[in-house]
């Protein structure tokens, strides 16, 4: 079994909202810093947001997002979702979820656990 499986993506109109959950197993989730990731058609994979572990009281974004997006962890569950609001066209992409044990390894798409991915379209 996949450690790290996405889903809640779909098509949205440009100005709505989803909420994506990556839910983790295998792992010892409070341990992990939390992230996702992002990839457009024809571009690379880039960073979107990360919490912390533990209490996960320290989250980060992409400044692309930030003030639009919500990253949040429940370590009862082994989950991390990101809840996306006023969305636009160029949110559009394959949405990642990543696991690691640095803040510094969150950020690299080199590093750490991943899932599949899930689609996420805003139509404008």
């Known amino acids: 079994q996949a450690p790290l499986v996405e889903s809640g993506g779909g098509l949205v109109q440009a100005g709505g909202s989803l909420r994506l959950s990556c839910a983790a197993s295998?792992?010892?989730?409070?341990?992990?810093?939390m992230g996702w990731f992002r990839q457009a058609p024809g571009k690379e994979r880039e960073f979107v947001a990360a919490?912390?572990?533990?209490?996960?009281?320290?989250?980060s974004y992409a400044d692309e997002v930030k003030g639009r997006f919500i990253i949040s962890r429940d370590n009862a569950k082994n989950t991390v979702d990101l809840r996306m609001y006023s969305l636009k066209s160029e949110d559009t992409g394959v949405y990642y979820c990543?696991?690691?044990?640095?803040?510094?390894?969150?950020?690299?798409?080199?590093?750490?656990?991943w899932g599949q991915g899930t689609q996420v379209t805003v139509s404008s």
């Open positions: 990543n696991a690691a044990t640095s803040d510094a390894a969150i950020r690299d798409p080199r590093l750490g656990y």
């Open positions: 295998g792992l010892t989730f409070s341990s992990f810093y």
């Open positions: 919490i912390a572990r533990g209490d996960g009281g320290i989250q």
